[in-house]
């Protein structure tokens, strides 16, 4: 991706999926297969666990790595931010992900007992690719 498209997503374009469920009566089973499901192939996938009460996580935004953001257990908010609006989005069902394009600043809280956050993303992780200073992510989407 030409690094300057990033300048050009909003937060509209970061929507909500809903996957299939495989409803047995021994379980639930959900897919996401890169580019299938999900628009970009996955290169990497981790997860978040044991957030205490009241901690926050993200806090940045990504210059190129898309993702995929899914509650697999309990429930987080996901705020979304293009630098013009901002809007909060409740992730509480498996079989459910929020995709986040490259240059959009997300601040994941309000984490309920036991959720996990099961992350799908693009590419291999790098520190060069983060935005971690939100003035920072307004000049590079050049609203500064
Ligand atoms: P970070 O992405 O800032 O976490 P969050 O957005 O959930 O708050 O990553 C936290 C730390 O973990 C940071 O020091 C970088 C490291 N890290 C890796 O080494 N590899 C990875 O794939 C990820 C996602 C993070």
């Known amino acids: 991706m030409d690094s300057s498209e ?13 996957f299939g469920k495989h409803h047995r009566p021994n379980g639930n089973l959900t897919v996401v297969a890169g580019g299938e499901d999900v628009q970009f192939d996955i290169r990497r996938v981790y997860y978040i ?13 990504h210059k190129n790595l898309q993702q995929l953001i899914i509650a697999v257990s309990g429930s987080f908010d996901v705020v979304i931010d ?23 600043w997300r601040e ?5 007992s036991g959720a996990v956050t099961l992350v799908l993303a693009s ?19 050049g609203l500064l």
């Open 6 to 18: 990033n300048k050009l997503y909003t937060i509209t374009d970061c929507k909500l999926m809903t």
């Open 123 to 141: 590419d291999l992780f790098t520190e060069d690719d983060y935005i971690r200073d939100y003035k920072e992510f307004l000049a590079i989407k």
């Open 108 to 112: 994941l809280n309000n984490f309920s």
């Open 82 to 104: 293009d630098g013009s609006s901002r809007k909060t989005i409740t992730l509480n069902r498996p079989y459910c992900g929020l995709l986040l394009r490259p240059g959009i």
């Open 49 to 61: 666990y044991d957030v205490p009460s009241g901690e926050d996580r993200g806090g940045h935004a």
